[in-house]
């Protein structure tokens, strides 16, 4: 068996798997962590969770992007056309609850107006 060290976590592989880094590791955030399709999956559960009423989804988004949400209203759009189809694709049944909620925010998106 390979040894790589005293580290005792390894993966299938038999190399060690990358130590978990907490919140304050690093000062650098994930790129994850600001992208446009995080904060569009944390609307989508702001609709799920209130019984898949867009409003509060289109307010968190408008809120977070202030003024550049109107510039990426269109991104928006297109990516939750997408997430609103996975609650319908084989093997995707878990889905369902939040590609609803998709379908919601998609309708109020496209609706909204200045």
């Known amino acids: ?46 609709t799920a969770a209130a019984d898949n009423s867009p409003e509060p989804g289109r307010q968190y988004l408008r809120d977070t992007f202030g003024q550049g949400y109107w510039g990426l209203r269109e991104r928006f759009i297109s990516l939750l056309e997408w997430l609103a189809q996975l609650g319908n694709a084989a093997g995707m049944e878990e889905w369902h609850t939040d590609s609803e909620a998709a379908r919601f925010l998609l309708g109020r998106l496209r609706n909204d107006h200045a």
């Open 1 to 46: 068996m390979k040894t790589c060290g005293n580290r005792d976590r390894y993966s299938a592989f038999g190399c060690p798997l990358p130590t978990r880094r907490g919140r304050n590791s690093s000062q650098v955030a994930h790129p994850f962590a600001s992208s446009t399709l995080r904060h569009l999956l944390f609307a989508i559960r702001e």
